[in-house]
């Protein structure tokens, strides 16, 4: 599963920058275009923080928009539907992908122990 090791890259990551301390949220920031469901991430992160230093924490996904930048008549669109990757504008096909692509840890919430 996509998500599964998705979850198991940003283990790594937030483990390193914690270095033993105890997370609370970790936020993620997630393009549309990467077809991640947010759900099944979070819940893939459970799985994979299970019985570790990280058993708790949480993720929270913020959903990037998918937008397209148009070659023939240079209109932005902001996709609804990530499959239909068209131009709103004038419906061309010649679209260059210049957001929702990206999958960033933001930042990391500490806690105390
Ligand atoms: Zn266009």
Known sequence: MHELSLCRSIYGIVEQSAHGRGVGVIHLQVGRMRQVVPDTLKYCWDLVVQSTGLEGSVLEVESMPAVVSCRACGTETHLEDVLMVLCGQC??????VVGGEQFLLTSIDLVSA
């Open 91 to 96: 419906g061309s096909t010649d679209v260059a």
